[in-house]
């Protein structure tokens, strides 16, 4: 009898010991890719060439942060003044949605700008399921620490430490 239940012991523990594993492996994955769609990202200095007057040119993402962006001059250095472009989120652009800088004015035509501008990359979630997206990693690492402590308390070992 005692055999058996030793045996049970031990296939326990390696379901359990297998079930953590597996449990930190999806862990890790799911926090990555959950942090990757809710973070904004800031680029610096990226290099664009602008097209002529009202022709569009794609910024980096799906939406500008607060739609606004510095442009700069990369030959000259001087500052592109905003009332010579306009920015666009959440434009489609051949089935994508893209962030845009459209010139109004032919003064900057084929001159090569410095951009910089927070972005939402592709995929950004916002509103409610952001925050409910924050909430998936939480509760992945509490039902993984139920798993792993379930068996402790099970096994009366709390009792032994007099507790």
Partial sequence: MKKKAQIDGVGSFLVLFIAVIVGLVLFTSISTLVGEKTVTVETV????????ANVTNILNGQAVVG?????????????????????GSNQVVNGVLESTVTMIEADYASTPVLITYTYEPDGYMSGSSRSIALLIPIFAALAILVAALSPTMRSGVMNMVGK
């Fill in 67 to 87: 739609g606004t962006i510095t442009m700069v001059n990369a030959t000259g250095n001087e500052t592109v003044a905003a009332a010579q472009y306009s920015v």
């Fill in 45 to 52: 200095n990226q290099s664009v060439t602008l097209a002529a």
